[in-house]
């Protein structure tokens, strides 16, 4: 049984993350813990999926406690000491909804996925009728938003650092800074204005009524999703514009001529002031391989490292990177494209938590311009090659001789798929989708496209061979 993609459980709530299966998750899920969290976004069909939910957590022996609409990261947030779940399917349409599984502030490491996916493929019947859990309503906003504010202006007590440095640790005040934020009718409506406008900021909002319909734009932001933010920002007075996806994990950045900022220079940005405000030795961030170059460059120059590891297990690489570290080593940041943990605050993707920070590094630096400019912005491609889910292991396998051969000047790791680095900073990284039917090509090189076209050419290539291989 496969229930657990890279982020969580997610599909159509009437075919796949039915009521059904929130109660098998939730029953197989509520023996690993005696409380549990239970929160859910605006989607029109979470308050059922989450009823299911408790159910199955009750019936295992499990306590609930019902939080209601929250971002994302705010259950994360109230998790912590406990477990939580999260009735959400981010950034997908409105037909789907998804689980997500926390404990202590942390998603579930792919270890205790596969225990869960067991338990409900098992069927395990529910505990002793007198000792079936309880629940209650609790209230988790407030805190998490005083939370988040605290944080962003927080100052540190190590005894050696100037008033400049302190002032520095998390940016500037905003005092009046105009931001525009679109929520895409997302639960981020309940936190991102309200957290910029007690850090001082002058904010305006786009689709902040919180709507299962995303009856204003597609949940998910991309360069198209948010024209309309974009075109306010570039004509209006805002010096930056903020998306979100509908859970609130995801941030995208528009800067004052209404373009988006690349998502990789955005994690640039961020990596490279938390590995500069580091007091450790050994500052990591720790992303993924398909995150561009100029984290590893802007990283390196503050005088810190880069470990990867596999998309959407974040909260693994930075156990490994700690465990693997020594007592000099922090794990000062860790990122993949749009998601962003802060270490220090917490150990789950938090973009309310970004779009504040963000803000206040902008407001330090005069504007997004400014910040972004030590970032080297080389061009950046994605492209799919269709290959069917059988033949992705054949292929990849192939690729795995194939790539090197072909970039023989390249240094080359498989750990995370095939990952080529050239001297020139430039690199190429194929890796099969986790959930549709392409293997996924990404590069960085000033000469992106022709970059791109051979390597596209060396997956074509290794997906003919191995079609071919198995139909013989």
């Known amino acids: 049984m496969d229930l657990f993609g890279t982020a969580g459980i997610r599909g159509s709530a009437v075919e796949t993350v039915t009521p059904e299966l929130a109660l098998a998750v939730g029953r197989a899920a509520g023996r690993d813990g005696s409380e549990f969290v239970v929160a859910r976004d605006g ?15 009750e019936s295992a022996g499990a306590d609930v406690r019902r939080a209601g609409r929250l971002p994302t990261p705010a259950l994360a947030f109230a998790s912590r000491g406990r477990r939580g779940v999260m009735i959400t399917a981010s950034h997908n349409p409105p037909t789907d909804n998804g689980i997500k599984l926390f404990a202590d502030g942390q998603e579930y490491d792919r270890e205790a996925e596969l225990t869960v996916e067991d338990r409900v493929e098992a069927d395990d019947p529910p505990g002793a009728w007198d000792e079936w859990g309880d629940s209650e309503r609790v209230g988790v906003l407030d805190a998490y938003r005083d939370a988040v504010v605290e944080y962003t202006v927080e100052r540190s007590s190590t005894s050696n650092r100037t008033q ?100 990789d220079t955005v994690v640039a940005v961020l990596a490279a002031h938390y590995t500069r405000e580091s007091d450790a030795a050994d500052p990591v961030v720790v992303t993924t391989p398909n995150a561009s170059g100029r984290i590893d460059e802007r990283v390196e120059a503050e005088g810190g490292r880069v470990e990867r590891v596999r998309l959407g297990a974040l909260h693994e690489g930075i156990a490994t990177a700690r465990e693997d570290g020594g007592p000099d080593t922090e794990v000062a940041f860790a990122a993949e494209p749009w998601k962003h943990v802060h270490t220090r605050f917490g150990g789950w993707i938090d973009g309310v938590t970004s779009a504040a920070v963000v803000c206040r590094l902008v407001a330090e630096a005069g504007g997004v311009g400014p910040l972004r400019e030590p970032v080297t912005e080389r061009p950046y491609r994605k492209r799919s090659v269709s290959c069917p889910d059988a033949a992705k292991g054949g292929a990849m396998e192939r690729l795995e001789t194939a790539i090197p051969e072909r970039f023989p000047e390249a240094s080359v790791e498989t750990e995370y798929g095939v990952r080529a680095a050239f001297p020139d900073g430039s690199w190429v990284l194929v890796r099969p989708s986790g959930t549709e039917p392409y293997v996924r090509v990404y590069a960085e090189s000033d000469d992106v496209d022709a970059l791109v076209a051979e390597a596209v050419a060396v997956v074509e290539a290794a997906v003919e061979a191995t079609a071919v291989g198995d139909s013989e």
């Open 43 to 57: 989607r029109e069909t979470g308050p059922a999926l989450a009823a299911a939910m408790e159910a199955g957590l």
């Open 164 to 263: 400049s440095d302190d002032a520095r640790q998390q940016g500037a005040p905003l005092d009046g800074l105009r931001v525009a934020v679109d929520c895409g009718n997302g639960v981020a409506a309940l936190a991102t204005p309200q957290v910029l406008r007690a850090l001082g900021a002058e904010v305006v909002t786009l689709n902040a009524n919180v709507d299962g319909h995303f009856p204003g734009r597609e949940s998910k932001p991309t360069p198209e999703t948010l024209a309309d933010l974009r075109e306010f920002v570039r004509t209006g007075d805002a010096e930056l514009g903020i998306g979100h996806d509908g859970d609130a994990d995801r941030i995208v950045v528009v800067d004052s001529d209404g373009e988006v900022v690349h998502e």
